[in-house]
């Protein structure tokens, strides 16, 4: 069964420090991968996806995820956290059955951001 | 704003009752998501639907229920309520249901049940 294991549920760095959260996944076929971000009382913003190609993907707001096959990983960095960052980062992986799809997600990681 | 718009944003309703919640997806987009959000489950997907017709169904209780209009809006129904029910239910949306289309979410229902 697909699954998505985000292994850190809260991670704090620095304001200016650089930011990996990881993510650990299973499928048996090509996945399809994404990052959500989600700000307190907000919905979820992707923040990027990946599909094929280029292992490296860049998204909106700074962030960069790698997909590394080998690990069955796909961690989403930052080389400088704002303030603005501090939320709570999904990630997630299609699964396609029948002709749908939909999301799995992992656990969540929350991220604080210290002054 | 992802063009996802749900209603109403928070509700609080007693054990036993029954409340709708309504979506109305992006522009243009046939499928319909519901997600439900809860502090112990974490993001589960509930249920999906294209162009009217429901496509599948992931851990949704009988006592709930949805359906998504010709007009595309969709509507989660859930009925007979219990405590466990209180969390944030998101609706989303994506142009079709292929993997590869890029699922939005809305801003979410906040649900107590009191």
């Known amino acids: 069964a697909q699954s998505v294991t985000q292994p850190d549920i809260h991670i704090t760095v620095s304001e200016g420090a650089s930011l990996e959260l990881r993510c650990n996944y299973s499928y048996g076929a090509t996945p399809y991968l994404f990052w959500y971000v989600q700000s307190p009382g907000q919905g979820l913003q992707l923040l990027l996806k990946?599909?094929?190609?280029?292992?490296l993907v860049q998204g909106i707001k700074g962030f960069e995820a790698e997909f590394k096959r080998s690990q069955s990983s796909f961690n989403l960095r930052k080389p400088s956290v704002h303030w603005s960052d501090a939320a709570e980062y999904f990630c997630a992986v299609a699964a396609v059955s029948g002709g749908y799809n939909k999301l799995i997600f992992g656990a969540g990681t929350r991220l604080a951001v210290h002054p | 704003d992802s063009g996802v718009t749900q209603t109403p944003k928070h509700l609080i309703t007693a054990t036993g009752q029954r409340v709708t919640l309504r979506c109305s997806p992006r522009?243009?987009?046939?499928?319909v998501y519901w997600y439900q959000q809860s502090l112990d489950q974490g993001l589960q997907f509930l249920i999906q639907?294209?162009?009217?017709?429901?496509?599948a169904k992931g851990n949704i209780l009988e006592r709930f229920s949805a359906q998504q209009f010709p007009d595309l809006h969709s509507e989660l129904n859930l009925s007979s309520l219990e405590l466990g029910d209180s969390a944030l239910y998101f609706c989303?949306?994506?142009?079709?249901?292929?993997?590869?289309?890029?699922?939005?979410f809305g801003e979410g229902s906040w649900l107590t049940v009191v």
């Open positions: 989303a949306s994506s142009e079709g249901g292929h993997p590869g289309n890029t699922i939005y």
């Open positions: 639907y294209y162009n009217g017709e429901e496509r």
């Open positions: 990946y599909f094929s190609g280029d292992t």
């Open positions: 522009s243009g987009d046939l499928s």
